[in-house]
């Protein structure tokens, strides 16, 4: 069993910041990649930011100067530093994880239950 565990979200005003954090918990034997996805009502789940085990990250253009991406792969957590942020941020944001089970032949994909992120204008 593999669980991602979301952390982090709330009501900021514009402007403000955030911290998202996302610990992968259960029989994992590596990490591929972690990553946020974010869901606004009347639009498709889009990618934020993901980042490798090895550090390489790739962050959507209309986040790019504001939010950073981190992981510590001791702990199997992910971090979403959202600084500047506006009403347009407003969404369930969901972490994601591919990595490979142990025993198992392939990696997957894990989805955590999503955060709520609300800015106020």
């Known amino acids: 069993q593999v669980q991602l565990v979301e952390s982090g979200g709330g009501l900021v005003q514009a402007g403000g910041s955030l911290r998202l954090s996302c610990a992968a918990s259960?029989?994992?034997?590596?990490?591929?990649?972690m990553g946020w996805y974010r869901h606004a009502p009347g639009k498709q789940r889009d990618l934020v930011a993901r980042i490798t085990s090895s550090g390489s990250t790739n962050i959507a253009d209309s986040v790019k100067g504001r939010f950073t991406i981190s992981i510590d792969n001791t702990k199997k957590t992910v971090f979403l530093q959202m600084n500047s942020l506006k009403p347009e941020d407003t969404a369930i944001y969901y972490c994601?994880?591919?990595?490979?089970?142990?025993?198992?032949?392939?990696?997957?994909?894990?989805w955590g239950q999503g955060t709520q992120v609300t800015v106020s204008s």
């Open positions: 259960g029989s994992i034997s590596r990490i591929n990649v």
């Open positions: 994601n994880a591919e990595l490979w089970r142990l025993g198992a032949l392939s990696p997957y994909d894990y």
